[in-house]
Nanobody, 127 residues
Framework: QVQLVESGGGLVQAGGYLSLSCTASGRTFSSYGMGWFRQAPGKEREFVAAISGIGGRTNYKDSVKGRFTISRDNAKNTAYLQMNSLKPEDTAVYYC????????????????????WGQGTQVTVSS
């Protein structure tokens, strides 16, 4: 099991930006994919972005493509989500997640494939 600690949420006006960080501990970080999910009030949790451990392949929810960028720094055991051009509909609690399978080829968007979840960080975008 890996422990995940997120930081970087907050309140921003529409059109602004925020950067989320997720630091992992407890296992070899570079061998596992990482991702971000979000959940808005009254809505189901949804996939946002993922990055593979092998090759750093990325995958995004359609509505955030071109605005959000997921990255990772294996030397720091940290994953990032840079969010630009934020919209009110991006308001949600954002969760960092870690793949339960080592050395997965590519990425997954299935929340059941992520065995570790962070505590969540609130992102609020005002109009």
């Amino acid at each position: 099991q890996v422990q995940l600690v997120e930081s970087g949420g907050g309140l921003v006006q529409a059109g602004g930006y925020l950067s989320l960080s997720c630091t992992a501990s407890g296992r070899t970080f570079s061998s596992y994919g990482m991702g971000w999910f979000r959940q808005a009030p009254g809505k189901e949790r949804e996939f946002v972005a993922a990055i593979s451990g092998i090759g750093g392949r990325t995958n995004y929810k359609d509505s955030v493509k071109g605005r959000f960028t997921i990255s990772r720094d294996n030397a720091k055991n940290t994953a990032y989500l840079q969010m630009n051009s934020l919209k009110p509909e991006d308001t949600a609690v954002y969760y960092c997640v870690a793949d339960r399978f080592k050395n997965r080829i590519g990425t997954t968007t299935n929340d059941a494939d992520f065995g570790s979840w962070g505590q969540g960080t609130q992102v609020t975008v005002s109009s």
